[in-house]
């Protein structure tokens, strides 16, 4: 089995003074990166993925700070190919499918439980993977907006602890 640890948007603008800070995004951000560290030492492929908006202003521009991952991120995941999605599925117009070739399991983690998290874990392109989502390697707006994205994934079974 070939396992690809997948972490999504944890960039600048999630985090305090961005423009969308997230509920618990620090401690999210440590839980992640130590999560690498370990899936690194298993063997375990890592995939980053970051968003980066079609306008030229606003949350998540081009070259902005805010779109950038995050220093303890990039240094956890070591030469990590990186994807750069314009929409919530990280599948959905990337070259995401073509780098999990070989992948069996996919762990899906990052920011927006709720939004980029689902969309990606849900995604048809995803299909023919076994995708779970460890529920304390994700972070949302708010506590409960959070616990309701987790309580959907559980519900298709897609919810797991971290590995």
């Given amino acids: 089995m070939t396992r690809t640890l997948l972490v999504i948007d944890i960039q600048g603008e999630y ?11 620090e401690a999210t951000e440590a839980r992640l ?3 690498i560290g370990r899936a ?6 890592i995939v ?5 908006a079609a306008a030229p202003g606003g949350l998540f521009a081009p070259g ?4 950038a991952i995050r220093p303890a991120i990039l240094a956890a995941a070591g030469d990590a190919p990186v994807v750069t999605k314009r929409s919530a599925d990280a599948f959905q117009e990337t070259g995401l499918r073509t780098l999990l070739a070989g992948t069996t399991e996919v762990w899906v983690a990052g920011m927006m439980t709720q939004n980029c998290v689902v969309f990606t874990a849900l995604s048809r392109e ?3 993977l076994r995708v779970r989502v460890p529920g304390d390697l994700c972070a949302a707006p708010t506590e409960a907006v959070h616990r309701i994205a987790l309580s959907a ?3 298709k079974g897609l919810l797991a602890e971290a590995p």
């Fill in 64 to 67: 902005s700070a805010g779109t």
């Fill in 33 to 35: 990166a130590a999560a």
């Fill in 15 to 25: 985090f305090p003074g961005g423009g969308l800070p997230l509920w618990q995004a």
């Fill in 153 to 155: 994934l559980g519900s």
């Fill in 40 to 45: 690194r030492s298993r063997g375990d492929r």
């Fill in 126 to 128: 995803a299909e023919g």
């Fill in 48 to 52: 980053l993925v970051r968003h980066e």
